[in-house]
């Protein structure tokens, strides 16, 4: 599973927070196998991906938040549905 958050190039505060928000909520969940990246919101990747605020959080192809951080919750809760096959 792979978990990217787009942002700024130097990151903003939002971006930061994100960043932190979705690491805390990868090492409480406890697995392994979880990427996180960091990625710059105007990357030609971002561009083809279609993204247009930050932060932006995506876990795998699904978005989960734009425009705002993600509550620790939020991130687990996704975390878990897409690992659950949702």
Do not use: N
């Not at 990868?26 to 990357?43: N, Q």
């Not at 951080?69 to 809760?77: G, S």
Request: proline content about 5%; aromatic content about 2%; some cysteine.
């Amino acid at each position: 599973m792979k978990i990217r958050i787009f942002g700024t190039v130097p990151p903003c505060m939002k971006c930061k927070a994100a960043e932190k928000t979705v690491r805390e909520a990868v090492k409480e969940l406890g697995y392994k196998d979880i990427e996180v990246t960091k990625e710059d919101a105007l990357s030609e990747e971002a561009g083809k991906l279609g993204i247009m605020m930050t932060p932006t959080v995506m876990i795998d192809k699904k978005v989960i938040t734009v425009g705002r951080v993600p509550t620790k919750e939020e991130v687990k809760r996704a975390i878990e549905e897409i690992r659950e096959g949702g």
